[in-house]
Structures are given as structure tokens and as C-alpha cells.
């Protein structure tokens, strides 16, 4: 048990203590000892969010573009 603990004392001097902390609780979440997002989760999230930035920019031009028509017809 000494050594690891030797282990957690050499971590915590080359890493704050909260994300210690935090790396421990996400630890007990993926393990479902602890309530919340797993990794997995979270990771899963994070591409969704990404793939509705996508779709939002690309959204972005069409609308765009008939407003522009829209706009030079008007001025005909």
C-alpha cells in the first residue's frame, strides 16, 4: 500500500489537486460509483455538438442566398 501511495504523493505534487479530484470523480462515474456523464457520455455529447455546429453553418448559406436574391429582386 506504501507504494501506491508514493504514487498519489508523486502525482499530486505534479498535478493540481482538483483535477486530481476531478480525474477521480470521473473515474467513480465511468465505474458508476458516482452520478453524472461517463466519458463515453460526455465524449458522445461533445461530437453531437459538433456535428450540429456543421449543420448549423451549412444552414447558414442557403439562407443567405435567398435573402441576397430576395434583396436584388427587390431592387429591380
Known amino acids: 500500500m ?4 508514493d ?10 489537486v482538483l483535477s486530481l479530484r476531478e480525474w477521480v470523480r ?23 455538438e459538433g456535428e450540429k455546429l456543421k449543420l448549423k453553418r451549412s444552414n447558414e448559406i442557403p439562407r443567405k442566398a435567398v435573402a441576397f436574391f430576395v ?3 427587390l431592387v429591380r
Open 2 to 5: 506504501a507504494a501506491g501511495r
Open 26 to 48: 470521473q473515474a467513480e462515474r465511468d465505474q458508476d460509483k458516482r452520478t453524472g456523464l461517463t466519458s463515453t457520455e460526455r465524449e458522445h455529447i461533445k461530437q453531437l
Open 7 to 16: 504514487r498519489l504523493d508523486h502525482l499530486q505534487d505534479r498535478m493540481p
Open 71 to 73: 434583396q436584388a429582386k
